[in-house]
């Protein structure tokens, strides 16, 4: 009787916000496989190459110096020049995961015009005209920790500040793998 109240008391804990939305969607059936620049998840690594590859060619994508060896120079609504690395993960050949990383190219310590705040604000408008709007906070109890997250069926978008002058951002196959399980892959690349 005493374990049957204990997983009542325990099923009733109230879901939140990103719960709801994430259960929702999925239940939708609703399949998005698009992410930027004709790659989507799925596809695989020969075919992703290729893209890049027809995307190099024509001075849209470039070798970058960073760890997310592509990098891509995105248009922002601010005007402010953006620097975007990306590079995925793949499952059985299949790209499931999109991590990349954004920074002002002009960037230096304490000039307020090219802080976090302003370039996570700058990242989730590029984002809303990628994917529409929808972002909402997800925070810890204190607020120290918070991401902006959409869930549009199966694909998950999640936007945090990595550092001082890094926003991060990974987008994600829920039908592959759960945001819990590549917590890991982020604290590795910090």
């Known amino acids: 009787m005493l374990l049957f109240a204990l997983g009542l008391v325990v099923s009733c804990k109230p879901k939140s916000e990103y719960d709801l939305v994430k ?3 999925l239940a939708s ?3 998005v496989d698009d992410l930027f620049l004709d790659i989507k998840f799925g596809m695989g690594r020969k075919e992703f190459f290729g893209t890049c590859w027809e995307h ?3 001075g849209i994508l470039v070798n970058g110096d960073h760890y997310l060896q592509i990098q891509y120079i995105p248009k922002f609504a601010s005007g402010k020049s953006v620097q975007m690395n990306f590079y995925p993960d793949f499952e059985n050949d299949k790209l499931f995961f999109m991590p990349m990383e954004f920074g002002y190219t002009q960037w230096f310590p ?3 015009e090219f802080s976090n705040e ?3 604000t700058d990242v989730v408008d590029l984002l809303e005209s990628w994917y529409g709007e929808g972002f909402f906070e997800v925070a810890n109890k ?3 920790i918070s991401a902006m997250v959409k869930i549009d069926g199966n694909r998950l978008i999640r936007v945090f500040k990595k550092n001082i002058n890094t926003v991060r951002v990974e987008i994600l196959d829920l039908r592959v ?3 819990t399980e590549m917590t890991k892959k982020v604290e590795d690349a910090s």
């Open 110 to 112: 304490g000039n307020e």
């Open 142 to 144: 204190d607020k120290s």
């Open 118 to 120: 302003n370039l996570i």
């Open 56 to 58: 190099n060619k024509n």
């Open 177 to 179: 793998r759960d945001i």
């Open 29 to 31: 059936g609703k399949v």
């Open 23 to 25: 259960e929702r969607e």
